[in-house]
């Protein structure tokens, strides 16, 4: 595979140090709640596949792309999705798109199919383009008046308002981004991570007193998300946007609608699933951008060649693939979603690896994304291993940032064509800079997230 990066132009950016050896059970368990990064050994990145017997069952830690086929597209029936992801997310989405199986999931993704077709998406650019135009704006006065401006936060903002646009159709005063940033911060600090009693398997009902911030999260989002539909409902306005779609959305066998807690479930879902995963990749973007002074560069030419001052169109993100690559590449490294888990439903023989019945599977994103048997110098940033060219050198589930078959991401369109508009704008009026005195360390919560923010310097240009 041609290298297109010299070793004195190649960055590498920082991330967690694996431990050379496995660590002791105690020391394991607890290092998996502070952040399962630090568990997963080298051997993990060089070597193909292992399983580990426990309590019972065994858990299989897959990361080759033959696994990932076989778990996510050809026994997708087999591999359900586990408790476990029900237990972190459930409380606050419910029985929504993203937690739902069956037969209720066949129709509540048929409900919001159309919301997410080509068409729909490019009716969506200019909300994109005005919260990125809106965002610079705000960086600019940050940065006038502080050293450093957290970008993590930037882009939660950024992206919240484009998906209460989208979803709600219009700005919504219960999904103001102070009050939203507060409560998904609370949530994912106290449930949006496992705890000592999950890990040895205690019922959901024996009583997790350091749950109460998140509960009480959860319980301000729902809220949230009624009086939003009981607005909506009063103003009897009929919409095109996402909230309009599920409000009309009919079964055609049964002709049932959604239920108003199936509706507050996907407004809930639509919200968390799609903001938190696009502002991570933006902010792991600039991050990276920031350390590469020539691939900004070269994103800058990209769109003043194709946008010049013009707002980002629906046209313009179809002409500009670098923008694509560099939003990839920052997914191949710090994938928003490193870890998906299922459970299995049957036993099932893999060829290599036979599973039985209540074992979990673990894809590990993360770490197939940087597996020394996958991917040529994986440590480094190098948007042009996406090129169009080099891109077919690898197999389709090697690459698995949205997740892969049947419940693959519903918003992937719309998250590339967002941080596409974004990237472009906030590079075409301001220079990222690195900032040497803040370490990189991402941490999995439910989302990959860098610990204590993202804080870069930035200019205007
Ligand atoms: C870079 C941004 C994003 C990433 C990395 C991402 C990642 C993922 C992944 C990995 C899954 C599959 C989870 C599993 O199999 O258990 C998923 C599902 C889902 N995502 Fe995204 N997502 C992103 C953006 C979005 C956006 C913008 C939306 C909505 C506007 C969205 C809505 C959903 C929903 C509703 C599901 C559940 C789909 C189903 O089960 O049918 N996501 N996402």
């Avoid at 409900?111 to 969506?124: E, H, K, T």
């Avoid at 009309?248 to 239920?259: F, H, I, N, V």
């Avoid at 991050?287 to 800058?300: F, G, V």
């Avoid at 946008?307 to 710090?334: N, S, W």
Wanted: glycine letters at 8%.
């Amino acid at each position: 595979m041609p290298d297109t990066l010299t070793d004195s132009s190649a960055f590498i950016p920082q991330t967690v140090t694996p431990p050379e050896k496995p660590l002791p059970l105690v020391r394991g368990l607890l290092q998996m709640i502070a952040n399962p990064l630090h568990v997963w050994p080298q051997a993990m990145y060089e070597n193909p596949y292992h399983g580990v017997r426990w309590i019972g069952r065994t858990f299989h830690y897959f990361r080759r792309p033959e696994h990932m086929k076989a778990m996510f597209l050809d026994h997708a029936d087999i591999f359900r999705k586990s408790q476990f992801q029900k237990k972190l997310v459930g409380p606050a989405l419910g029985e929504g798109l993203l937690t739902s199986e069956g037969e209720h999931w066949k129709f509540q993704r048929r409900a919001a199919s159309p919301a997410f077709r080509i068409d729909a998406l490019r009716a969506m650019v200019p909300a994109f383009s005005s919260s990125a135009e809106a965002t610079v704006e705000r960086i600019k006065k940050a940065a006038a008046t502080r050293g450093t401006v957290d970008m993590m936060g930037e882009m939660q903002h950024a992206t919240l308002d484009v998906i209460v646009e989208t979803i709600l159709g219009g700005a919504d005063p219960n999904f103001g981004y102070d009050h939203i940033a507060t409560t998904v911060e609370d949530y994912m600090q106290t449930m949006g991570k496992p705890d000592m009693l999950d890990m040895f398997g205690a019922p959901t009902w024996v009583p997790r007193p350091w749950g109460g911030k998140g509960r009480k999260a959860a319980a301000g989002l729902k809220r949230s998300a009624v009086n939003a539909i009981e607005r909506r409902r009063a103003s009897g306005e009929t919409r095109n946007d996402l909230l309009g779609l599920l409000l009309a959305a009919r079964d055609p066998e049964t002709g049932k609608g959604l239920s108003d807690d199936e509706l507050r479930d996907n407004v809930i879902t639509f919200i968390g699933a799609g903001h938190e995963t696009t502002a991570l990749t933006l902010t792991f973007s600039l991050y990276l951008i920031a350390n590469a002074p020539e691939i900004q560069d070269r994103l800058l030419r990209e769109v003043l060649d194709v946008c010049g001052d013009k707002p980002v169109t629906a046209a313009m993100i179809d002409a500009m693939p670098f923008h694509e690559q560099v939003i990839k590449e920052a997914m191949r490294l710090y994938p928003p979603v490193s870890l998906i888990d299922r459970v299995a439903t049957e036993d099932i023989d893999l060829g290599d690896v036979q599973v039985k019945k209540g074992d979990f599977g673990f894809a590990l994103i993360y770490v197939m994304h940087r597996h020394r048997m996958l991917w040529d110098h994986p440590e480094r940033f190098d948007p042009d291993r996406f090129s169009e060219e080099r891109a077919k050198g690898f197999a389709r589930f090697q690459f698995m940032p949205f997740g892969a078959g049947p419940r693959i991401c519903i918003g992937m369109k719309f998250a590339y064509m967002e941080a596409i508009a974004i990237l472009a704008t906030l590079v075409r009026a301001l220079r990222f800079l690195p900032n040497a005195a803040h370490t990189v360390e991402p941490n999995i919560r439910i989302t990959l997230r860098p610990e204590g923010g993202m804080p870069l310097f930035v200019e205007a240009r």
